[in-house]
């Protein structure tokens, strides 16, 4: 039998069956947690669905869910009739991102973004830690399609902290898509950089998810890069968590290397 790994005092090891946050979205928090703090460690086994479903009294579709995710995310990873495991961490490079739509004008293509959805929800603890919020905390959560020249390139999700965006605050309950004020677009459609002084960035490779496919237009485990970025203020806190899935068959990332050593 697997042992679960101690929480350490003021976290919890539980679901809230109550909690407005979904149910593996809090499974991810715990072992997201764990990883974290070094509960778990890298290619430590996790325990088997049953016995997750078991210990969470969760469905064995929830966490499936929770595991496809913080495997997506590189946290985890599996071995086909092994199990689950914990992932290294990963080096980090450094390389700039340009402007989606600056870039795809420069390109000669037009750049369009689709605003799919718009609401306000309770931060769970991933977005929590992200934004540095309190836990339940309202945060809007904005859901992009950018293309150029109608083709699908980039999927996102962007958090933002409720209190730092004043003109999403005075139309939230408005169908976006029938928006008019151009303020308001602009900080759905990315243009404005509200409360944006500078931001860090990671990309990792990924594979698109079902649900990301049908907006991509590829099949469902085509290669795509995830770009996780979070948006810094004056006084260095955060505003800002945006998490993107690009197409790899329509992107490639390069930087130039100065000094290189050649090896004798």
């Known amino acids: 039998m697997y042992k679960f790994p101690s929480v350490p005092r003021g976290a919890s090891a539980t679901l809230n069956k109550r909690s407005p946050i979904p149910a593996y979205n809090q499974l991810i928090d715990i072992i997201y947690s764990q990883i974290k703090n070094r509960m778990l460690h890298p290619h430590d086994m996790l325990p088997s669905e049953t016995e997750l479903c078991k210990v969470y009294g969760v469905s064995r579709i929830t966490v499936r869910e929770a595991l496809k995710k913080l495997t997506q995310d590189g946290l985890l990873y599996s071995i086909k009739g092994k199990g689950t495991f914990v992932a290294e961490p990963k080096l980090d490079l450094m390389i700039k991102i340009p402007d989606f739509f600056e870039d795809m004008t420069e390109r000669g293509l037009k750049p369009e973004v689709k605003i799919l959805d718009v609401r306000r929800i309770k931060a769970s603890k991933l977005v929590s830690e992200k934004l540095r919020v309190s836990l339940n905390e309202d945060v809007f959560c904005i859901k992009r399609l950018f293309l150029a020249d ?21 139309h939230i309950y408005e169908d976006p898509t029938s928006i008019e004020s151009q303020a308001v677009f602009d900080v759905l459609a990315g243009k404005c950089h509200v409360c944006n002084e500078y931001a860090d960035v990671t990309i990792e490779v990924t594979t698109v998810r079902s649900d990301e496919s049908k907006y991509l237009q590829v ?4 290669m795509a890069f995830y770009v996780n970025l979070v948006a810094y203020k004056k006084d260095n806190t955060p505003c800002g968590w945006i998490a993107s899935v690009m197409r790899g068959d329509l992107y490639r990332f390069k930087t130039r290397v100065s000094n ?3 090896t004798k």
């Open 260 to 262: 290189f050593p050649i």
């Open 219 to 222: 099949p469902a485990g085509s």
């Open 150 to 170: 109608k083709k699908p390139y980039v999927l996102e999700k962007k958090f933002i902290v409720c209190t730092d965006c004043k003109i999403l605050n005075s």
